[in-house]
Nanobody, 119 residues
Framework: QVHLVESGGGLVQAGDSLRLSCAASGRTLSIDKMGWFRQAPGKEREFVAGVWWSSGETYYAGSVKGRFDISRDNAKNTVYLQMNSLKPEDTAVYYC????????????WGRGTQVTVSS
């Protein structure tokens, strides 16, 4: 089992930056990919960014590409989401997720951290 705990959310103004962290514990050697999702009030949960654990290759949703950066520290079993030039539409609960080797779905989830961007 893999356990994920997010941190770093908060209230900021438009144009500010935040860095979210996600600490993984448990069977971390089984992790193949980690990523971030978000869910705004009244909307479906959407994919934000992902990173391959072994290679560090990253990929992003079009709405955040160029503003957000995802990275991982294998030694610390931690993934980060650096969010720059934040906009009010970025306001959401952000969730960390992980996929184990051989899995076809995101099967591990954190409990979420709130990010609120004021105008």
């Amino acid at each position: 089992q893999v356990h994920l705990v997010e941190s770093g959310g908060g209230l900021v103004q438009a144009g500010d930056s935040l860095r979210l962290s996600c600490a993984a514990s448990g069977r971390t050697l089984s992790i193949d990919k980690m990523g971030w999702f978000r869910q705004a009030p009244g909307k479906e949960r959407e994919f934000v960014a992902g990173v391959w654990w072994s290679s560090g290759e990253t990929y992003y949703a079009g709405s955040v590409k160029g503003r957000f950066d995802i990275s991982r520290d294998n030694a610390k079993n931690t993934v980060y989401l650096q969010m720059n030039s934040l906009k009010p539409e970025d306001t959401a609960v952000y969730y960390c997720a992980a996929r184990a080797v051989g899995q076809t779905t995101w099967n591990y989830w954190g409990r979420g951290t709130q990010v609120t961007v004021s105008s």
